[in-house]
Structure formats: C-alpha cells, structure tokens
C-alpha cells in the first residue's frame, strides 16, 4: 500500500517481495496490471480483481478498500505448460490431440469446482514462438490441506496427449 500510494498508483497492481528465512521482505518489483496469478487472489479473498479494473478504468471507485478485504482459505494454481520435463523443461511443440480437464468452472471463482483457464483447444498447435504456458489450473480449500487435495485430484484428472507437459 506505501508503494501505491508513493507513486499515486490507483489500479490494480502488484508489488512483489521474496520472504527471506530471517524474516526480511526483499523488494523485487512493482507491476502495474494483474499477475498472471489474480485467480488466487480472487479465490482466496472472494472478489474479481478483473472486473474491479475494469471499474477503475471507467473512471468508478474501487468497490472495497485494503482495510475491508478479509482472506479466506487456500488457493493453489498451477500452470499447465508445453515443456518436456525429461528435457530440463525445454519447450515442447505439438497438436493438442486430447485436452481432457476435471468438471470445472473457466474464468470465474467457484469454491467447490477446480477453475481452468485457458484459450486452447483439442486439435491447437502449439508452436515455439510462444509463452509455454497452456492453461492455469486453480483451486481453493479451506484449508492447505485441502487445497492440495483438490490439486492432486484435478491434476489426476487433466489428459492432455500430442506433447510433452509439465
């Protein structure tokens, strides 16, 4: 919130720290647009951090301040990319032959269902002239325990066949 507010930042945004074992915040960046990771976010406090930027940006107040934001739960997302892990992760390419995902909600929270987003289909290319990533696979448990829980089981339950993954 310093950060924000010394440079009169007023959307979205994320300043990101490493936590040493000591107890020390390392500052390591400030990015000015929602993380790759915002679904987390969204499952662990409730709100859509897509839809609050697009408020701000049509010139609205944010419908909630930091002091009235409560977190709840655990979320874990894990990234679905195109990499041979037998390869040291290279990038892998390919046709998305079979892309099979567990029952699932796509692009919005849901506390029961794993979330799954991405912008690929059965029968896409893959290609080397773009980010790896395929999909984000996202979870929430009221608790770590069964955060991790619900991953092992949408993880389990994801197919996908024409090239390497993660």
Known sequence: IAVGRAIGYVNAGTVE?????SGEFNFIEVNTRLQVEHPVTEASTGHDLVEWQLRVANSE????LQGELTRRGHAIEARICAENPDANFLPATGTLQVMRWPAHVAFTRSDELPRVDTGFGEGDAISPYYDSMIAKLIVWGVDRAQALARMDAALRDTHIVGLHTN
Do not use: K, S, Y
């Open 17 to 21: 720290f490493i936590l040493a074992p």
């Open 61 to 64: 107040r944010l419908p909630a």
